[in-house]
């Protein structure tokens, strides 16, 4: 790239919200200039769950990218069992099936597709990021008329672009790492629930291929938990797995109103705090916050057009997520949770929508919950 190259838009970060903010751009334009940078090379390891929830491949299959090109090689998670903080227990059929892909494969699936839609990809770390009078321009020598910042928990952009800083107690951490040397059940994600260090659990997501994804993840107090302590809290919540090779990674869940975009500076995924706070999942709103952003980026007012389609997107969700996140704050809401979904099919199906989609708290929900609620207050009685 030559210096002084000028881009309409300069994408920082190639993971999932990046490229499909690139995706994005060039279906509302095909004649846009698109640079993505990214810090590494393709492919690359991301320390994650690896779930990819159907409605993430709706979002991408909007944009023209096949679900199926997606997750080859992978298959299908039909159902989940859910094991709450006291011990309840669920098991439950997905309306439609999840998806577990390696980061490092996913990842590397989708920015080819950014790139056959006409993306340019460049090795790059970016450092600094000044906004102009007639854009923003990257590291001194990059010209863009807008900037996402797609660039992942760390995020650089939003360091620079002078975005609020997330409140205290919406940061979570965790661990995760490979194994196949149980065979965990095929077709079956499971959560398992303590109410020591609660908000707190340990998953394990198979592949397909023998291989699952396990790891444990807790919420960040006043004092982050160490390395041994998280490792020491995964095998007691799966006392079955082996040793692991584990990393760690920073989750910045989403506060409620996540602040996304000021000036021609957008964010999306990670970087935006876009994290669902009740489970964790990031890859939705990454891909979702990624479409929104890259069609905004090159209107005339960018920032409002983003917030815009963003608040119209997942406003009401991310209001209903906030109020549940200080409900389930105590362990006894999600046993009941966990019981309604063990009771009504219906019920299970709204909560992974609202863990895993846009989905919202609705009168056939809560009308479920009082019963289970109910039904829980009888047993007690002598």
Request: proline letters at 8%; a positive charge; charged letters at 20%.
């Amino acid at each position: 790239m030559p210096p002084g190259t000028r881009w309409d838009l300069v994408v920082v970060g190639a993971g999932p919200a990046g490229s499909t903010s690139a995706i994005a751009a060039l279906r509302a334009d095909p004649t846009a200039r698109v640079l993505l940078l990214d810090a590494e090379d393709f492919p690359r390891d991301k320390v994650c769950g690896d779930g990819i929830a159907p409605h993430a491949l709706d979002v991408l299959a909007a944009l023209g990218v096949r679900p199926a090109a997606l997750t080859d090689g992978t298959d299908p998670i039909t159902h989940l069992r859910l094991r709450s903080p006291s011990g309840v227990t669920a098991t439950r059929r997905f309306s439609r099936p999840a998806s577990v892909v390696p980061r490092a494969l996913f990842d590397l699936r989708l920015v080819r597709a950014a790139q056959n839609a006409g993306a340019v990809l460049r090795r790059h770390r970016v450092r600094t990021l000044t906004v102009t009078e007639d854009g923003v321009t990257v590291d001194g020598t990059i010209h863009a008329r807008t900037v996402i910042g797609a660039d992942g928990a760390e995020s650089v952009v939003r360091r620079r672009c002078g975005a609020r800083r997330a409140p205290p107690g919406t940061t979570a951490v965790a661990l995760r790492g490979y194994t196949s040397a149980r065979p965990w059940p095929a077709g079956e994600q499971r959560l398992v629930m303590t109410t020591a260090h609660w908000p707190a659990y340990a998953w394990v997501f198979p592949i397909g291929d023998g291989t699952a994804n396990v790891g444990y993840g807790e919420l960040v107090r006043a004092t982050p938990p160490t390395r041994v302590h998280l490792t020491d809290r995964l095998h007691a919540l799966l006392p079955d797995c082996p040793p692991l090779a584990l990393r760690g990674h920073r989750l910045p869940l989403s506060p409620g109103r996540p602040d996304v975009a000021t000036h021609r500076v957008l964010l999306a995924g990670d970087a935006a705090s876009l994290i669902n706070p009740l489970t964790g999942e990031g890859i939705h709103y990454a891909v979702l916050s990624g479409a929104l952003a890259g069609t905004a980026a090159l209107t005339g007012d960018p920032a409002e057009e983003y917030r815009r389609s963003l608040r119209r997107a997942l406003g009401t969700h991310l209001r209903h997520t906030d109020l549940l996140t200080r409900l389930t704050r105590t362990p006894w809401a999600v046993d009941l949770a966990t019981t309604t979904a063990r009771d009504h099919q219906h019920a299970f199906d709204a909560l992974v929508d609202i863990g895993l989609g846009a989905g919202t708290v609705g009168p056939a929900l809560v009308r479920s919950m009082l019963t289970s609620l109910a039904g829980r207050v009888t047993r007690r009685r002598p």
